[in-house]
């Protein structure tokens, strides 16, 4: 036997589901599984073309799409999913669905969303230059809107949603940061930051809004067949990761990441770092501090 045979071998090890991906989803994993991979390895061939100081945002980036390459390659393997009974039992639909009892749910995609949303989110914010503590208080909320979507894609029953409601409140805390916070500070760095912070922040929360509605359809509604849902989340992942990183990428071609307040110290010499900063996330060297240490020290990437 030759070609994708990875559902015969990994079938169903904690029990097969009644509604599981066919060949064609894994077919489908698989490809996207590629796309992730050969973005990583573009992602840090463009880091080696800067001196090592100026590499911040090319490392998140390809970290983001390296992970994403392995979640990937677990669900095209039919790896990293368990059998769930559905709330909403859709037999006779014209989705194909057809499937009483059990639907096959991927919960290695929340644990990918864990590691990489919040690092498109500093990805994001770094470039707008928001204070460290709104970073973290939006990567929290951000953590708990994925830990709220895997949990409620678990729950058999209506109680789901309750972790949806949950997940869309954390969403819109998410949402209010980048709009609000991050916009007004983007726009104090001067015109490149911003229009590079603009660009990948629109593209961000349009598909961002549609992971919701991708959840309330797959996980949450059992409207769409695990198919259709590879193909969803796959394009929203595909847009939301390489499209992002290569966008973000050129804009941080014009970009010095001392505008951004993020110190850097390269031993030869070669790109001089502020001394006595104000710290990795702090200000950019503020006028008429020179020479004076608060006590942090220069970070080196
Ligand atoms: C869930 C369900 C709970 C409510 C909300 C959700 C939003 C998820 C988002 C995921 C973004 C993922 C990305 C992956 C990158 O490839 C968890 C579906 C609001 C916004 C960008």
Redesign the pocket.
Known sequence: MSGNQALEVNRGYDGAADLAITTHGSDWYFAVCAVMAVSSIAFMAMAMGQPRTHRLFHYITAGITFV?SIAYFSMGSNLGATATQVEFVRIGSSQGLNAAGTREIFYVRYID?FV??PL?LLDLLLTAGVPAPTIAVTILADEI??I??LV?ALIPSSYKWG??TF??FA?FFVFYQLVVVGRTHARALGAAPSKTFMRCGVLTLG??AL??I??GLCEGGNVIHPDGEAIFYGI??II??PVFGFLLLMGHKNIDPRDLGINTHDPSGTVVAEKKTNGFFGKKHAAGTDGVTNGTTTTTV
């Open positions: 994403a969303w990489t949303t498109l809107m994925v709220t979507g409620g972790y949806w997940g869309m969403f598909i961002w992971y919701p991708a959840w929203l992942d939301a990761k």
